[in-house]
């Protein structure tokens, strides 16, 4: 790690430290800071174009080279990391933090308020830390919290035992009175409304205490409004890496305030054909990494196309993904004739694929009405095909639509208007949507 990036000074919270002299220091292509202080090794990553207000992750991990690493600093946000990990969060390592969050925002001139990260012990340090400077966080973010300190059947009795050493407890006192625990902050968490996301991907602590998540939930949101979301995935299901990195860039960036909300009827900024829709109770839509991401609205969020919509036999391909929700994470209208229908993915819980309407009837009431598991943070394919009389559609590449509507009533839904003649929107769902091609089928 800190051998690609020189150690510039000893001291970095002095006004006269060293560390921002060293022009040779870099981490991954990317010019830094390294430095060392009361024997704790630390990096700060600078973007190659700082981005307004000078936003920053700060990890309690030490930095890593990947997916994530590389769009925040793409997108013009530094990146932090001091070595606490062998304090576990207890006082020094606190008051270590406040000393570095001093120099980073004041004398490195970086925000007040960073992202977080605390992902399985890292947890310890960002929940108290954020928990005693309420004002000072942004978002937390965390993948396997120990919201908990992990029991003897979950680590080596060797490596807990340190745990409760670095705070003076004898080696197996009761995790639940341990008083750095993150599930002791929970109040003080939504109290300040300090936007909180976990990650639990089915294996480590969190899934093998689902009663400290639960509990955790119900005090945040008892305290506060503040953002609360629980990413569970079962415990047989790898991670869907691609996904929840999605999820979690889109959950930083909006809450360091990079992502900017786009007017109802107005283009997106980085995808100038696409408009918002004119839905009711809808909320943002935001473009990030060649996606857009649909919010979950109090009932439709969605964009129109302002391109040229399609005329004759033609074919639409596209990515979708749930982020958030339990709905339609695709509802895909487009032209029939004189009007439109809607292919919707996802619908009536999560589980139904089908066009709406046919005879007035929509996707759940007519046969075109297939249902399938579909798995949040996962890419699925999707095409639909309109030629002469049909409209067939393939989800995850498998048919699921060939219907003969040429002397049928076709329509769309009355709440999927803003969107006519193609578009897409959600229901009560965050969605993603990547590749979207429009391909004409002349002569078929």
Not at 39 to 45: A, F, P, Q, S, T
Not at 246 to 262: C, D, K, P, R, S
């Amino acid at each position: 790690m800190f051998a690609a990036c020189l150690v510039a000074a000893t001291v970095f919270i002095l006004p006269t430290a060293r560390a921002e002299s060293d022009a040779t220091a870099s981490w991954n292509g990317n010019a830094c800071v390294s430095f060392e202080y009361q024997g704790h090794k630390g990096i700060l990553v600078k973007p190659e174009h700082a981005t307004e207000g000078k936003p920053w992750l700060w990890s309690a991990a030490a930095l890593e080279p990947n997916s994530m690493t590389r769009t925040l600093l793409d997108k013009g946000l530094h990146l932090a990391w001091i070595d606490l990990d062998s304090l576990y969060g207890n006082t020094d390592a606190l008051a270590i933090a406040d000393a570095f969050h001093a120099w980073v925002s004041g004398e490195q001139g970086l925000a007040e308020k960073p992202a977080l990260l605390g992902n399985e012990a890292g947890a310890l340090l960002m929940f108290n830390w954020a928990a005693n400077n309420p004002s000072r966080a942004a978002c937390i973010f965390s993948m396997e919290p120990w919201l908990l300190p992990p029991s003897g059947e979950e680590i080596e009795s060797t490596a807990l035992q340190n745990v409760y050493a670095a705070h003076g407890l004898e080696g197996k006192a009761d995790p639940a009175t341990f008083p750095a625990a993150p599930l002791n902050q929970a109040g003080r968490l939504g109290g300040a409304e300090i936007p909180v996301m976990l990650v639990c991907a089915g294996s480590g602590t969190v899934a093998a205490n689902r009663s400290a998540t639960d509990q955790f939930h119900k005090e945040y949101r008892l305290a506060g409004k503040g953002f609360f979301e629980r990413i569970e995935l079962p415990a047989e299901t790898v991670a869907p890496e691609e996904g929840i990195t999605l999820h979690a860039l889109y959950f930083i960036l909006e809450n360091v305030g990079h992502l900017q909300a786009t007017p109802t009827g107005q283009a997106l900024p980085d995808m100038p054909e696409w408009t918002v829709a004119d839905f009711a109770g809808s909320t943002d839509v935001h473009v990030l990494d060649k996606a857009l991401i649909i919010e979950c609205g109090n009932e439709m969020t969605g964009v129109r196309w302002s391109g040229q919509a399609p005329e004759g036999d033609y074919e639409i391909t596209l990515e979708a993904m749930r982020l958030s929700g339990n709905d339609f994470f695709c509802g895909l209208t487009a032209p029939w004739r004189d009007t439109a229908f809607s292919l919707v993915v996802g619908g009536w819980g999560g589980t139904c694929i089908g066009i709406s309407s046919l005879d007035w009837a929509d996707a759940y009431n007519n046969e075109t009405a297939k249902f399938r598991g579909l798995l949040s943070h996962r890419w699925y394919p999707i095409k639909l095909r309109v030629t002469g009389g049909r409209i067939q559609a393939w989800v995850d590449n498998e048919q699921l639509v060939d219907v003969d509507v040429s002397n049928r009533e076709v329509d769309i839904r009355w709440e999927m208007a803003p969107t006519k003649p193609l578009g897409i929107a959600t229901w009560r769902t965050t969605g993603a949507i990547r590749n979207f091609k429009i391909i004409p089928l002349a002569g078929e």
